[in-house]
């Protein structure tokens, strides 16, 4: 009895309630959209522009038509790009860089997350915060370290490796591997402990239980991690151009910016093509596997 | 199939002694529950048994040989985990066989067992899906399958049943009790749950801070618990203890609860009483069951009172009733006809031929 | 930090008493769990801390790197008013970029958090391309857009009687333009952040606080804001150092120009460490990025001993 009671006074005053709440609702969604495409515009007329800029010629371009605008679509930088040998060595070399070094990285952070995760053992709680420490130093801050210890390097063992590409081998997994390792702890974290001692019952090894049990079950965070892997080896920037000068030891982004500008002669079309072309193999991950992708970058910092 | 037997076994962690010192026989075919409340140690005592815990001290053997140095792959058993730790990236069938698979078993055989175990556990059908697409009891079921694939000497279960709801817990209690009926393997089953204890159990262990207080048949510790914890821990609602003296009224022996209430003592339990220190602070256990509502004529050993009823709980095969004696809340069990009401007086019976009597000092059933 | 692990581990073995194989079982999985780790820590301590230390060392040589000159090289950066328009510039830039990252960030992650869930992820994938670019290419596309001759946006603002600003041409505007490409660049992260922090907050709480009479923004301070709090202080915390190791941007949009206005401390060390070759000068540049770092190491020590103690 009393309950009906409540429910009846309470009733017409919801109501109105309601009434105003979905009315301020629909206003804000509406602002919300605005502000939506304001933001979105903002954050692609840069690519938008490349793609405009690489579809023109050179003439189109000194003519200084409507720069948003293409008058004359056409392919001819893709092409002169595309069979440019020098432009496809680029390519080539930072596609053999990114794939070594995502290997690498792989190879180096899933047993150590494994281990860090799982196999206690004195000193691994501190290695893992280390870890994680690690990836806050900036290659910035140790370009000139780096690029003076390779150099004695060379002198001493008589090995080059200022000014050889696989020299990005050596110090890409500086940039990748603290990252991964603690994406891949966070994820190995986060598998029950039963399911190890039932591996371990099951007869399976330490070996077995990381190959057959780990991997299969955190591939989302192993997937996670190679993206991130490949998008930073890929899109690195410093560390090339501090380590490699002749035109076929460069990868594509210092390859790009230090060949085709050339002097005070900025070509624009190309390198607007050629900017376009080195931003698709991340873009076009991105696009297939976009889950993934901020499923690693937010991992970092929400699992630790 | 083997026997499994812990001689002295002790787990300390650093410095708390989770587990102080084991000795229990389990034969052959058995099927024994460690069952105490959380902390108690059964848990720990199990994953020594499995190997995934080293023992501090003592021995642990399984079909005579110490397997204290062997790591759990040559143990020779099968666990059931609490939250099923089914391979999640595996089938039915793939989880079920990933042992025999590991030990590189003929893929003919591997198969056989498998059906074999889907059969037994009614499961055929879902051996191709992935453990997500499987309701709690399905995963349970699978667990199991798990087990019984191996053929081990020794099933292990971590309290298996505590992830699933009431009705799902009854359900596959029967399933375990059925399929250790038909594999006849020595089981060590863990859980806090005494009533999954006495339905399943040969023989019940029961547990309390790191050590045995009981072994015995489900009957043997309802009936004859040894201790306080173990009369208290079995049974439910638990048994009442009231606190009292002996006392010799008029050449018998009479149980007193304080000034006003007492109670004679049939025969039998008089003999075997008399010992007992007339000043010592005793407890009178009884099970709610042994009060009931005074019929017209009491039996032998059996003393009506009166009593005001607190609270009455309509069970409808039987009433509960609880109310106030000599300051000791008390529980009884009455026919729904016996017109217990909240709030009402009603003469009630107790059975003495079944009381307990314990040592309130020491918690030792006399 | 190899030494005392390995120590460590070493005295934990011997510690142990001998009884059981098990426990040597135990000892070898710790050596396998030593073993897995080696190659990071190898890596670690060979291409990261050595380098971090070893250019303490570097700091304090002459340019020719034969002679010990001390505090030499800070004294002569000191001196040089570049070097002061440098730390002035690096704070302007990485604290005024990392402020409009986080504000931008945070409201853009409402927005799209506003909207019907269907459509986020169609929004949430546009708004993050800026940060799947390689900086090093979309710089490349702002330079353009900011081309003294044939700037785009300059054209644009010329319809409205605007213009044309000198977007990389004169210092002010060449500090905008830096911190405005880092803020196209950096501002989806923090939108991400924000967003999977954002569903993380119950629909209750939002719930409950509308029933006492809450308004929106009252939401936000009383509920959003304190629910925030941990991911808002990692996510500045890690931008402010990203922000200020950055290099690519200033790099490629202006080189540290004009009149070496929008040097930070990245492009200094690199102007004068490599372009200049003298190594050690840079390397003392580079030194002054250490001080962010050590605050923000203290912070999330802080923060991980916190949480360890809580779980």
Known sequence: MASTVVIDKGAPTRKVKYGSMSRDRAWALRWSYFFLIVFAIFSLVPPLYMLITSLKSSAEISAATNPWWVFHPTLSNYIELLTSNQFLTFFWNSAWVSIVVVTITMLISVPAAFALSRMRFWGSATLATGVFLTYLIPDTLLFLPLFKMFAAFGDWTGIPLINRWYVLLIVYPTLTVPFCTWIMIGYFASIPKELDEAAIIDGASWFQTLTRIFIPVAMPGLIAATIFAFTVSWAQFLYPLVFTTSTDQLVLPVGIITTLIKGDVFNWGQIMTGALLGAAPPLIIYAFLMDYYIAGLTAGATKG | MADVTLRKVIKRYDEVEAVRGIDLDIADHEFVVLVGPSGCGKSTTLRMIAGLEDISDGDIMIGGDVVNDVPPKDRDIAMVFQNYALYPHMTVAENMSFGLRLKRYPKAEIKSRVDEAARMLDIVELVDRKPKQLSGGQRQRVAMGRAIVRNPKVFLFDEPLSNLDAKLRVQMRIEIKKVHQKVRTTTVYVTHDQVEAMTLADRVVVMNHGRIEQIGTPNELYHKPATKFVASFIGSPAMNFIPCRLEDLAGKLHVRLTDRTTFPLPPARAARYQGVPRSDKLLLGLRPEHITEARPHLAPGVEAFDAVLDVTEPMGMETLIYFTLEGSQVCGRVNPNAGAQDGAPLRLAVDLNNMHLLNEVTGVVL | MVDVTFQSSRVAGAGTRKRTSLRAAMKRKSTAAFLMTLPLILLIAILVLYPAFYSLHLATLNKSMQRFVGFGNFEFLFKRQTFWLVVQQSCIFAITAVAFKALIGFIVAHFVHNIPAKGQRKWRGMLLVPWVIPPAMSTLAWLWLFDPSYSAFNYTLSFFGIGPIPWTGDAAWARFSVILVNVWFGAPFFMIMYL?????????????????????????????????????????????????????????????????????????????????????????????????????????????????NEA
């Open chain 3, 196 to 308: 999977a922090s954002l569903k993380s907050v119950p629909e209750q709480l939002y719930e409950a606080a509308a029933i006492d009479g809450a308004n929106w923004w009252q939401r936000i301070w009383y509920v959003t804001l304190p629910m925030m709090r941990n991911i808002i202080a990692i996510t500045t915390l890690f931008s402010l150092i990203v922000t200020f190791a950055n290099f690519d941007i200033v790099r490629i949009l202006t080189a540290g120009g004009p009149l070496d206005h929008t040097h930070i401390f990245a492009t200094w060390a690199f102007r004068l460490g490599i372009e200049g070759g003298d190594i050690p000068l840079g390397a003392s540049v580079s030194l002054f990025m250490f001080p962010i770092l050590a605050i923000a190491a203290i912070f999330i020590l802080r923060d991980i001993n916190k949480r360890g």
